[in-house]
């Protein structure tokens, strides 16, 4: 059996839309709140479970899901997305028949049904080097293997916490390091309107961030992985300093935006 694992807001909870009920599905809805809010009617179904939450970050309420998600298999969601069950049970059904693997990644679409990004055509291994750009909605677990490894949700990162980009980019991390087999594969788990914000315009706030990750990645090893990424990324640097400073000695990265003086050319 799946379960699907939302996490949402007060603010947000009227956003949650369960679809028809599915025999092999359960429902928990993990509401991050401190106040005294009435479940909506249609969501007060024997299979619908939810759970108010006096914490706050998205990376604590992942955690939750995995600690009280009843089935054998645990698919994160947010509210406001639409969920492809058909396809998230088919990606449950391949990972019941191919024991080795601990935790499958697929696809999320915009609501006018294209992509949020590019997504390999074909099946593949991931690693510490190719799943930094997944998002939470994609990604479906064993969740006994993952509660009995402790393998959690780092609180430091993600929305809601001093870093908030890369929780995702960092459990998975986690889980590979573990030794667990995560592998992608082309089945769309759903859509959502809202766009990730871990990719925007790189100023010294963004560049602090993100060297917080690789450094929680990496260790000792994040300076290749910020060279890496200023190669790929540099044209989306506000000036060279930042670039330098990023790359040789992210310490020294300042708050905020930076002067554009000298700032690269080419299209962002």
Known sequence: MLTIAISTLTSDLDKVFIPPRRPQVRWLILLQTDLAVES?????????????????????????????????????????????????????????SKPNLNIAVGQL??????????????????????????????????????????????????????TPIG?????????????????????????????????????????RHRNSVFTRVFGHFAFFARLGFALKHHRRFLNKMDLWRFVSYPKALRDGQTARKDKFTGTQ
């Open 40 to 96: 909506p009617l249609e969501l007060s179904r024997p299979d619908v479970k939810i759970v108010k939450l006096d914490t706050l970050g998205v990376a604590k309420s992942r955690n939750e899901a995995i600690t009280r998600a009843p089935t054998e298999f645990l698919l994160f969601a947010d509210s406001g997305q639409e969920y492809c069950v058909d396809q998230a049970l088919k990606l449950a059904a391949i990972m019941r």
């Open 109 to 162: 679409y915009d609501f006018d049904n294209t992509p949020r990004k590019a997504y390999p055509k074909k099946q593949k291994r991931l690693n510490r080097f190719n799943c930094a750009k997944i998002g939470t909605p994609e990604i479906m677990l064993r969740t006994n293997l993952i509660k009995n490894k402790h393998i959690r949700f780092d609180p430091k990162f993600g929305a809601g916490s001093p």
């Open 167 to 207: 929780d995702e980019y960092v459990f998975l991390a986690d889980a590979i390091n573990a030794g667990l087999r995560v592998e992608y594969f082309p089945f769309v788990l759903g859509r959502h309107c809202q766009h990730s914000s871990g990719m925007g315009e790189l100023d010294g706030t963004a560049l």
